[in-house]
Structure formats: structure tokens, C-alpha cells
Nanobody
Framework: QVQLVESGGGLVQPGGSLRLSCAVS????????????IGWFRQAPGKEREGVSC????????QYADSVKVRFTISRDNHENKVYLQMNLLKPEDAGAYYC?????????????????WGQGTQVTVSS
């Protein structure tokens, strides 16, 4: 059973940075991790979940929501089975629960129905 565990969330002041990590385990073979795109999504209280960024299986294709372009960077390590989200210049509107998810394909976009397995989330709070 594939499992995803997010970490790295916390409280940060506006303008600060956080690096989120997503550790993926449970594939029948660890190499299968490199077959699938991974996405980051977030949900603020009272708002719908939104796609933040995603990365293709090889890491060669990356997509970002307009609201985070330039400020956020997604990356993956297919040897460690991890995906990262570097978040810089954080704004109060970036706050929320951040989730990583495994897509059912090698190249995905930020449409949530393309993602089959989700983590439990890590909380990001941006406040002075």
C-alpha cells in the first residue's frame, strides 16, 4: 500500500521560507516511484483544495499555480523516493494544509482527479 508522509510545515513570518518534504513508500518495488508524477495541493480553512505544483516522473516537467510561480520550486529525488516543495517569499494567503499526492500517470497537471493516493498533510501558517 502506497503511503505519503509530508513534513516541514510550521509557522513562518510573511516573506519567510519553508521547505516541505513528501516521503513516498509502499510501492511493490521502490523503482515504481520514478514512474509517476507527484503533486502538491493545499487547502485553507473554508476554501476548496487547490493545486500548487506538480512534477513529472522524470522531473523534467514542472507546473505551478499562477499564485506561486517564481516563489515556489518543486523537485524530486527518485533515489530517495522524495519530493520537495521549496516555498519562498511566503504570504499569508499561502497558509493552509499542504498535501502531496501520487498521480496515476507519468505526466500530470494540477487536476486533482489525476491523483490516486494522498498524504495526511502538513500545516503551513504564515503570520507575523
Amino acid at each position: 500500500q502506497v503511503q505519503l508522509v509530508e513534513s516541514g510545515g510550521g509557522l513562518v513570518q510573511p516573506g519567510g521560507s519553508l521547505r516541505l518534504s513528501c516521503a513516498v513508500s509502499g510501492f511493490r518495488s521502490p523503482v515504481y516511484f520514478s514512474y509517476y508524477a507527484i503533486g502538491w495541493f493545499r487547502q485553507a480553512p473554508g476554501k476548496e483544495r487547490e493545486g500548487v505544483s506538480c512534477i513529472s516522473s522524470s522531473g523534467g516537467n514542472k507546473q505551478y499555480a499562477d499564485s506561486v510561480k517564481v516563489r515556489f520550486t518543486i523537485s524530486r529525488d527518485n533515489h530517495e523516493n522524495k519530493v520537495y516543495l521549496q516555498m519562498n517569499l511566503l504570504k499569508p494567503e499561502d497558509a493552509g494544509a499542504y498535501y502531496c499526492a501520487v498521480a496515476d500517470r507519468a505526466v500530470a497537471d494540477l487536476t486533482s482527479r489525476q491523483y490516486s493516493t494522498w498524504g495526511q498533510g502538513t500545516q503551513v501558517t504564515v503570520s507575523s
